[in-house]
């Protein structure tokens, strides 16, 4: 036998080796043994199957490798806890990691396989609902590729996000069963599974003179641990990403059944299993269900367990803990582990109070995606009390102690008392998730420039008081491996040609490329690989939804959760009155520059207004489509089901980027910096990260318009009258009137009359206020594409000046300013 010291069983087996032959071995020896059948027999299914296989067999050594260093070494690491991973499809992303892609391709070829066949096949993990979930997908890459250890703790859903389907003109929302085939991707461990509890009541005891309390739960589920790997950019880095599913204990089941009851003790078991059944669809705006709490209670409290069971040895001085570890709150929706640590420390560790906060003020911090005020989370007292007892009881006492301090610091001044309480008293007493974060992390900080700007003087000024130097400003990014290396090779291969290798780890060198921009034969290539990927996306369009994308075509795109704070009614209008424009001759047809428009968005599915906004667009593209008078000038393509995929195929083909919400409302986006590296020129208010994609692009580079943050406060004070924008705009009248008229719905003068009436009396996002400053900057990038040499120059200059955008950048921030945690080994 091989005693367990022996030095193969300590190491990893090797990998295969990196040559063509060794990956066709691989890959049919994964085909026989793992799938049971041989490549003249095999399924497409089984082809890419096999094919994930081979891909983590050749990471598997440096995986293992690295989970035993770090075992090892004991770096400080970052928990980073989130509800929402929004991964997009792994295969790719993993071969270009172990740098394998060509080996691969030839290999497959050698099989007389289609890479991009396979590729067909993977059906993307779609933890997440947009922003928020995609930046923690970003983060973790860039984690992996800077060699930082890093465990991503989240959600195994069995349903991600929806599969969104049009039924005339209507989204209808079908689940998204992406593990029916199983995941070539993740390991199972249930043999990890951790017992996590709920409900029941609390009691204090007397330990040995010690009066303490315990929480009696009343049920329980087992968190089954499923480990992915998170390879880093072609380093031999490979981190991992650790997703809890759960499962009815066995305990809890027998109780039932014992008592005779089957049915009974089969509906807990589902009951139970619900809890990571489903991804909450609602982007940016909290549901407060029951359900929801169980979620975010379920994986953080599993997560702190293992680290507590994994990370750090048995013995180890917990007063050390914040030299080991820090938890980055993913907004509001893991706070609920500051309590759990909390209870951990103090109930199962059976430390101190005072020296237990004192730790869980340095081992964790928030960052805060949102400004919109319903959108920070609240739980009712009753459901957090009923759902976690002792969790309640350690909420009301750290902010007990956080008042003492407040009116130590700032005086009896009971209003200021109440605004700051961790417990707000109306409508119903509930427990503010966001005020929690800020007195328990270290520091808290906003995603952009003038989100943390506006969460620090307007949203919580009073916490800024009392924490000088807690609220601080990392602003998002986004990995340029997916988003630019593997989504437009074209373009990267145009920039290694210009740069050599090395800007895909440090895209701050993208600046070496201002200077091509001045090279006519430089601008002629740009230019190409702009038309190719345009064709590239017309073949995915034509295939995907039978849309035909004529060429010569400005693309103008705007893909994103569909909100009305980030306005895709301002783009209903913007076409609607070019439209209108041209069949009433108002317009002459040759002076409109051809154009697309492309939208993609998913509606929460409780969100009336948003879905009434999708019907809308697809009525107005109904009829743009089908009028002669405007045929070969404007169409309108909206697919449905937009999801890191298409957007992998959108971006790179885009000219045109509308980044269009209301000035101070949109925290940072990230689709912006996606588009600006990808070399589309942005029209953008001067909102979230627009602000510094504006001044790092330079005002020539960016179509500015509407209304700045101050100037909307301003106008809210004096009283915002929507109609009499209405009325001072003939154009905007002229638009709005034929919505109205029922020109898109048949004539039906109801269909969209409540989003005509919304606008025209209520209006909250200012979409009229900000018209006519829209209408007008369309018209400025209408004339700057007519000189495409020209555009060509910017959109290059865009790419160039954008380096800054990378996660990469992002996560030395967050290390440098939160974390301080260093590159391991
Ligand atoms: C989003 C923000 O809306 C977006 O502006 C930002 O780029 C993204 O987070 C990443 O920071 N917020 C959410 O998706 C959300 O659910 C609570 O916020």
């Not at 082809?47 to 004991?74: G, I, N, P, S």
């Not at 500015?704 to 209405?726: Q, R």
């Not at 007519?786 to 380096?803: E, F, H, K, P, Y």
Request: hydrophobic residues 40%; aromatic residues 10%.
């Amino acid at each position: 036998h091989l005693h367990p010291t022996h030095p193969l069983a300590l190491a990893p087996v090797a990998a295969p080796p990196s040559t063509v032959d060794g990956f066709v071995r691989e890959f049919l020896l994964n085909l026989n043994s793992g799938r049971g059948v041989t490549l003249s027999n095999a399924s497409a299914t089984d082809k890419y199957f096999a094919l994930a296989h081979t891909v983590r067999d050749y990471l598997m050594a440096r995986w293992l490798e690295d989970l035993r260093r770090q075992r090892e070494v004991q770096d400080k690491g970052v928990a980073y806890l989130s509800a929402e991973y929004l991964l997009g499809r792994q295969l790719d992303n993993n071969l270009l990691a172990s740098g394998l892609s060509e080996i691969a391709e030839e290999a497959l070829a050698a099989c007389g396989i289609d890479l991009d066949v396979l590729r067909q096949q993977e059906v993307e993990p779609g933890l997440g609902n947009g922003g928020l979930g995609r930046l923690a997908a970003c983060f973790i890459d860039s984690l992996a590729t800077m060699g930082v250890p890093n465990v991503g703790y989240g959600i195994r859903y069995e349903y991600g996000i929806f599969r969104q389907t049009f039924v005339d003109g209507q989204q209808a929302e079908q689940p998204d069963a992406w593990l029916s085939l199983g995941s070539p991707w993740e390991f199972a461990h249930p043999e990890g599974a951790q017992t996590i509890a709920f409900g029941g009541h609390t009691e204090t005891y007397d330990d040995e003179g010690v009066p303490r309390s315990r929480w009696i739960p009343a049920w329980n589920v087992q968190a089954v641990p499923y480990n992915y790997m998170v390879p880093g950019y072609q380093n031999g880095r490979v981190n991992t990403l650790r997703l809890w599913s759960a499962v009815a204990t066995n305990s809890f089941d027998l109780r039932v059944f014992n008592s005779g009851d089957y049915e009974e003790a089969v509906r807990a078991q589902t009951y139970a299993e619900n809890i990571s059944k489903v991804l909450y669809p609602e982007d940016s705006t909290p549901q407060g269900k029951e359900l929801r709490l169980q979620q975010q209670y379920f994986f953080v409290a599993a997560s702190i367990r293992d680290v507590f069971d994994v990370m750090l040895p048995a013995d180890f001085e917990l007063t050390n803990l914040p030299e080991r570890i820090i938890f980055q709150l993913n907004d509001t929706h893991p706070v609920i582990a500051v309590p759990e640590f909390m209870r951990v420390l103090v109930d199962e560790k059976k430390m101190d109070w005072d020296a237990a906060w004192a730790v869980t003020q340095q081992c964790f911090a928030y960052t805060c995606h949102t400004l919109l005020p319903e959108a920070l989370e609240v739980w009712p007292v009753e459901l957090l009390g009923r759902l976690l007892p002792r969790h309640l009881e350690i909420i009301y006492r750290i902010n007990e102690d956080f008042l003492v301090a407040v009116r130590e610091k700032f005086g009896d001044d009971e209003m200021r008392i109440r605004d700051m309480s961790i417990i707000g008293e109306h409508p119903v007493r509930s427990v503010r998730m966001a005020y929690l974060a800020t007195v328990a992390g270290a520091k808290v900080n906003g995603v952009a420039e003038l989100h943390s700007q506006l969460l620090r003087d307007k949203v919580l000024p009073d916490f800024n008081e009392f924490y000088p130097g807690k609220f601080i400003n990392v602003t998002n990014g986004v990995t340029p491996r997916r988003f630019v290396r593997l989504s437009n090779p074209s373009l990267s291969g145009l920039i290694t040609d210009a740069l050599g290798t090395g800007w895909v780890t440090d895209l701050e060198r993208l600046r070496e490329l201002e200077a091509y921009a001045e090279d006519p034969e430089f601008r002629t290539q740009f230019a190409e690989v702009k038309a190719a990927n345009k064709r590239l996306l017309s073949d995915v369009l034509r295939e995907r939804d039978g849309f035909e994308v004529s060429d010569g075509h400005m693309l103008d795109v705007m893909v994103k959760r569909l909100h009305e704070y980030k306005r895709q009614m301002l783009k209903v209008l913007h076409i609607v009155t070019t439209y209108e424009g041209i069949i009433s001759g108002r317009v002459a047809v040759g002076d409109v520059q051809p154009r697309t428009f492309i939208f993609g968005a998913k509606a929460a599915p409780g969100y009336v207004m948003a879905k009434r906004i999708i019907h809308l667009i697809n009525a107005v593209g109904s009829v743009v489509n089908n009028d002669p008078r405007v045929e070969g000038k404007l169409k309108v393509l909206f697919p449905p089901n937009y999801n890191v995929t298409l957007a992998e195929r959108v971006i790179p083909a885009a000219d045109l980027s509308e980044q269009i919400s209301l000035a101070g409302k949109e925290a940072s986006g990230t689709g912006n910096m996606k588009f600006a590296l990808n070399g589309a020129l942005t029209i953008g208010t001067d909102d979230g990260a627009n602000v510094e994609i504006r001044e790092l692009v330079g005002d020539d580079n960016f179509f500015l318009f509407g209304m700045s943050e101050p100037e909307v406060e301003s106008l809210w004070a004096k009283g915002y009258k929507p109609s009499s924008f209405y009325n001072a705009d003939s154009g905007l009248r002229r638009s709005l009137d034929l919505i109205a008229a029922g020109a898109f719905s048949g004539g039906d003068r109801s269909m969209f009359e409540p989003i005509v009436s919304n606008l025209l009396y209520d209006d909250r996002f200012m979409v009229l206020a900000d018209y006519s400053a829209y209408i007008g900057a369309q018209a400025k990038v209408d004339a700057a594409y007519a000189d495409q040499d020209a555009w060509t120059r910017s959109a290059i200059l865009n790419v160039a000046r954008c380096g800054y955008f990378s996660s990469d950048r992002s996560m030395r921030d967050y290390i440098e300013r939160i974390w301080h945690t260093a590159p391991s080994f």
